[in-house]
């Protein structure tokens, strides 16, 4: 389902915290498709349809496993025409990470970014 982030610290530990492969996997998501050049996820989430549907379900075109504590994750996304894909692609992997690390606590070990398609405005 997830994993146990653990308590490193001397305080008293009242229990474990759970965070679902989901949850990082959309955390991942949210961060990617903020970045300027990505148009959408592979998984057909565009920046307009987020803003539609509130940032849910943005799991698609991102896969994540976390193996004791620290998170690998794939990201498959589409680039607009024009902007450069290896910056772009840079730059999704430093959101990612932040936001994964920030957010849950977990560390993040690798971010594979995926460009399968380019957008073209029409």
């Known amino acids: 389902m997830g994993d146990i982030i653990n308590n490193d610290n001397n ?9 679902a ?3 990082v ?6 961060a990617a ?5 990505v148009s959408k996820l592979t998984g057909n989430i565009s920046k307009e349809l987020v803003s539609k549907l509130g940032k849910k379900n943005l799991a698609n075109g991102v896969k994540v496993e976390i193996v004791e504590g620290v998170v690998v994750a794939d990201i498959s ?9 290896k ?7 430093a959101k990612v990470k932040q936001a994964i690390e920030t957010m849950t606590g977990l560390s993040v070990g690798v971010v594979n970014v995926v460009v399968s398609g380019i957008k073209l405005d029409n």
């Open 11 to 19: 305080e008293a530990k009242l229990g474990n915290i759970r965070i």
């Open 25 to 30: 996997a959309s955390i991942a998501g949210i």
């Open 33 to 37: 498709i903020e970045v300027d050049g």
């Open 87 to 93: 910056k772009v692609s840079e730059e999704i992997q």
């Open 21 to 23: 492969d989901g949850v």
């Open 77 to 85: 996304v589409e680039i607009k025409y024009g902007s450069a894909i």
